[in-house]
């Protein structure tokens, strides 16, 4: 579970973490989370994954919205609120009652202040009961979902170009999908890099990786408002196969996973606490985690086919609403598949659908 934060929480909530003393640098950070965190058994995952180098202000904002994405590191405990509970001594008292009332008003889980009642001490289930639990959300899942991912991510493939580092994936033999804002011209296509199995294998060691070009006076073809590429590469490496579109229409709390090159980095997986938010035919809103570089990935439903293309994230206004919140988007598979249909039928008919 993810906890959605309207817009002046979350920021309050940065603001009192920016201005405690042991917020001041990167190893009084470290300190504090090991503080938040000790006896939980995510806190290596915690600690590993958080980045605390850079500005009071720029971190806050970063660990905050990493704590609400989290979901639970125990039975009832949000990873947010344990640490709202734990910072909640060091702040003045209309900072207190703000965070008190952030209990009441969002699913937490456990009171910032929680009732120490005599008769509450002993647990109500057998010793039976307790043997096998669901331990918050369910995250039990069919094995045969790894085999599938790991076919879908021999087609997801690093870019890096003069206007930065990208994320994109082969939707034919030779035909790449990515971001508009990644590659929004054939220029830019041929002065990018394409890189195959820029990843690491089962020893953790890097894999060797194939790099290629777009072919020049290729088929191309891109439409700003949906974001979205579609590049000829040429001399393709054996990647296995393009990845299949499902023109679909997600529904809230369906799972989308995404493999991405975050930061332009070695490719990863994100596929728990990843909850469809906001869907549409058009547009994707998800609590997969996504980073900077991220831009241009498929996003998966369950059976690991394309519902989806990545492309930002940040305080995003939910459509047809005037409600904003924390979240990670797309551009749908439907919307997609509709406008190749209508105005690149050459490449329409190549997809695999």
Same mark, same amino acid.
């Given at each position: 579970?993810?906890?959605q934060l309207s817009t002046p929480d979350f920021q309050r909530i940065t603001r009192i973490l920016q201005n405690l003393p042991d917020f001041a640098n990167v190893r009084d950070r470290r300190r504090l989370l090991v503080g938040v965190f000790e006896g939980t058994t995510q806190a290596?995952?915690?600690?590993?994954?958080?980045?605390?180098?850079? *500005?009071p202000m720029s971190v806050s904002v970063e660990v905050v919205r990493f704590l609400c994405q989290f979901g639970r590191v125990a039975y009832d405990k949000e990873a947010l609120a344990v640490f709202l509970n734990h910072i909640q001594p060091f702040t003045g008292d209309e900072d207190r009652d703000f965070i008190l009332e952030l209990f009441q008003n969002y699913p937490l889980d456990v009171p910032a202040s929680p009732s120490r009642g005599i008769n509450n001490w002993k647990g109500m289930d057998s010793t039976v009961d307790i043997k096998e639990k669901i331990i918050g959300e369910n995250t039990l899942r069919d094995i045969y979902i790894l085999n599938l991912a790991?076919?879908?991510?021999?087609?997801?493939?690093?870019i890096r170009n003069p206007k930065g580092l990208g994320t994109g994936f082969m939707v034919a033999p030779d035909l790449l999908m990515t971001n508009n804002h990644v590659i929004?011209?054939?220029e830019i296509a041929q002065k990018s890099d394409f890189s195959f199995n820029y990843?690491?294998? *089962?020893?953790?060691?890097e894999c060797s990786t194939q790099t290629v070009r777009a072919l020049v006076d290729g088929t191309f073809y891109t439409n700003e408002e949906l974001d979205f590429t579609v590049v000829t590469l040429e001399k393709?490496?054996?990647f296995g196969k393009p990845l299949i579109f499902k023109s679909k229409l997600m529904r809230r709390d369906d799972r989308v996973a995404i493999i991405q090159h975050p930061g332009g980095h070695l490719k990863k997986i994100s596929i728990q606490n990843n909850f469809v938010a906001y869907a549409g035919n058009k547009v994707l809103q998800y609590t997969t985690s996504t980073e900077p570089g991220s831009s241009g990935s498929p996003v998966f439903d369950d059976d690991f086919q394309v519902v989806g293309i990545h492309h930002s994230g940040g305080i995003l206004a939910e459509p047809n609403t005037q409600r904003r919140y924390l979240r990670n988007a797309g551009t749908s598979a439907i919307a997609l598949?509709?406008?190749?249909?209508?105005?690149?039928?050459e490449i329409y008919a190549r997809l695999v659908k």
């Open positions: 579970m993810t906890v290596n995952t915690i600690l590993g994954r958080l980045d605390l180098d850079g *500005t790991l076919e879908a991510s021999k087609a997801v493939v690093r929004e011209s054939q990843q690491l294998d *089962t020893n953790g060691q393709v490496p054996d598949l509709n406008d190749l249909k209508n105005n690149a039928p």
